[in-house]
């Protein structure tokens, strides 16, 4: 589609402030367009002709495509709904996460308290544990105090196994029989040495097969007790009348020969001489077993 344009008329202003003046030919040559060059791009008339694009053609929509558009309107009102139940979701999950991070402070601060009281707790403890110790070193003290005293106190006794139990019975006679037959040297003053004399717990009804309860015997003198424990290691009168007598010892004693006796049996078993002395323990050749504590 072209356009002619007379060039001896005065036409629009726009025409005149643009086609009819020479500096606009220059120009457009000067832009390196052709046609400005040739004189065929004038006709007879004097006029200008200049080529316009076509202007396109306007499409049209289909039944078809107006329906799919129907079809998108839908769409866009289905995806609004679709947005406000997302955006109630958001907002349950937004309440419930505050509920739950409010629960969660709330344990939390609960924590902090219990673990407040916990270190009190704590402290109090280790206190009473510190006067607990303050306490308990004056008792132990005391307690091995009082053992040094039963274990010296014990130094006057004697136990003996094997006598006969019967009713009304004069114990202490007996007692006194035993130890003459045992240490006939001193059988007039033994009446006098021997002191105490009594069985140790309850007494058993009679039956078949029934132990007679053990005697201790307690002396006047460490001398004559002394003598009356070397003389029965080895009096053959007591080994006759199935009678044997036996060291007193304190509970503390008994725990210390405890404790050494696996000692003493491995040193016998390799054929060395080992024996006790009270509630100490020796090696022949090696002197005194300790004991760790």
């Not at 407040?116 to 403890?125: F, G, P």
């Amino acid at each position: 589609m072209s356009r002619q344009i007379p060039r001896g008329r005065a036409g629009t202003k726009r025409d005149r402030a643009t086609l009819n003046k020479p500096s606009y030919a220059r120009a457009l040559s000067e832009a390196g367009h052709d046609y400005t060059q040739s004189p065929d791009s004038w006709d007879e008339a004097g006029s200008v002709e200049i080529e316009f694009p076509p202007l396109p053609a306007t499409p049209t929509k289909s039944l078809a495509e107006k329906r799919r558009a129907g079809e998108m309107v839908v769409s866009a009102e289905q995806f609004h709904k679709v947005f406000v139940e997302l955006d109630s979701i958001k907002t349950l999950i937004n309440t419930r996460s505050d509920a739950l991070d409010a629960r969660i402070t709330g344990i939390e601060t609960k924590m902090e308290g219990v673990c407040n009281d916990v270190k009190t707790v704590t402290t109090k403890v280790e206190q009473l544990e510190k006067k607990v110790e303050q306490v308990e070193q004056p008792v132990r003290a005391a307690q091995k105090r009082i053992d040094e005293m039963e274990t010296y106190t014990r130094k006057w006794n004697l136990l003996l196994n094997g006598v006969t139990e019967s009713d009304q019975e004069d114990i202490r006679g007996k007692v006194i029989d035993i130890c003459q037959q045992v240490l006939p040297d001193m059988r007039d003053c033994l009446a006098d040495k021997v002191d105490t004399v009594h069985r140790l717990g309850r007494r058993r009804r009679p039956a078949e097969g029934t132990q007679p309860r053990t005697i201790i015997v307690q002396f006047t003198t460490r001398v004559c007790r002394d003598a009356v424990w070397k003389a029965a290691k080895t009096a053959p009168f007591l080994k006759q009348q199935g009678l044997r007598f036996k060291e007193d010892f304190s509970k503390g004693d008994k725990e210390r020969r405890e404790k050494l006796w696996p000692q003493i049996q491995r040193a016998r078993n390799a054929g060395k001489k080992a024996f006790y002395v009270g509630a100490r323990a020796f090696i022949e050749g090696e002197g005194e077993i300790m004991t760790l504590d």
